[in-house]
């Protein structure tokens, strides 16, 4: 298995408050990882870090066995221009999708390809095209983003990270701001994803996603992860009290026996 993403004691702290409290993790290629956890408890702030939209207080992060910045006097030091380059090897999809309002879907999904990456606009527009089609929203590439569903909304933005070759893709609770009949089609087409072979790391509330297409979940309480392991042994048959009664707060949630 290739390692695309290992975070070995990471910290963060926002002045005195200690978010992070030393995290281990590693995502291997093609592997989806599911974050779960009660609100507060670091989620966000850990994926911002894999991608230094936050910069830890301490610790490590490494892609594609390639470390992050360098060592100077015991801590990490970056820079700039590596953290942009680093970004977008890294796709990030968010609650709230910020499509840009005055460009067309199409548009929105070449943005970043021909100002970032430097594409020519007909290879940017080719790419566009792909990756709408992958999230099954060809039709929509002229329309407007005022004019779609917030579920689709939601799939031109995973369309616009794919768009951009990533190693690796975070979800950050992506569905959480959906009308509850517009939900399934997102998580969907991540399933689809994770099932082309896609590394993941996505942060849901939605445990049955989790079950069903996490190869491995992992429990953050109060900055440091509590449980991990396969879904079916950590859902079902969770070892502390703490991610019982986070379970039992998803009551609706029923796994399957
Ligand atoms: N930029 C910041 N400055 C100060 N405190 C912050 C900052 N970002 C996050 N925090 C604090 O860090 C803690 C963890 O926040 P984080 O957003 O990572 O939690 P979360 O697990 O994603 O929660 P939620 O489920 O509500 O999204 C919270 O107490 C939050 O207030
Ligand atoms: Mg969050």
């Known amino acids: 298995m290739t390692e695309i993403v290992r ?14 409290k030393g995290i281990d993790l590693t995502v291997d290629s093609g592997e989806t990882v599911v974050l779960l956890g009660s609100s507060g408890s670091g989620k966000s702030t850990l994926l911002r870090c894999v991608n230094f939209m936050e910069t830890p207080s301490e610790g490590q992060v490494s ?3 390639e470390l992050v910045g360098s060592e100077n006097n015991g801590g990490m030091q970056y820079r700039e221009r590596e953290l942009c380059k680093l970004r977008t090897r890294i796709g990030m999809v968010f609650q709230h999708f910020n499509l840009f309002p005055h460009m067309t879907v199409l548009g929105n999904v070449m943005e970043g390809q021909v100002t970032v990456l430097g594409r020519s606009k007909p290879e940017a527009e080719d790419k566009a095209r792909q990756q709408l089609e992958r999230v099954g ?15 689709q909304k939601q799939r031109v933005a995973i369309a616009r990270a794919l768009a951009m ?4 893709m975070l979800f950050d609770e992506v569905t959480s ?25 996505v942060v849901t509330h939605e445990l049955g996603f989790a079950y069903h297409v996490a190869n491995r979940v992992l429990f953050l309480h109060e900055g440091t992860i ?9 859902l079902k048959d969770p070892e502390t009290t703490r991610m019982r009664e986070f379970l039992e707060g998803h009551s609706l949630f029923k796994l399957p026996d």
């Not at 975070?7 to 992070?20: A, D, M, Q, T």
């Not at 070759?165 to 690796?168: F, G, L, M």
């Not at 449980?227 to 042994?233: H, I, N, T």
Request: net charge negative; charged share 30%.
């Open 165 to 168: 070759d990533p190693d690796v």
């Open 63 to 65: 892609l594609h066995g």
């Open 7 to 20: 975070i070995e004691n990471l910290h963060k702290s926002f002045g005195p408050l200690e978010v992070l």
């Open 137 to 151: 929203l060809a039709d929509k590439a002229e329309e407007y983003p005022a004019r779609l569903s917030g579920g």
């Open 226 to 234: 509590l449980e991990q392991g396969e879904p079916q042994k950590v």
């Open 177 to 201: 701001a959906l009308d509850p009949e517009l939900v399934g089609e997102v998580l969907k087409t991540m399933r689809q994803l994770a099932e082309e072979g896609m590394t993941m790391l």
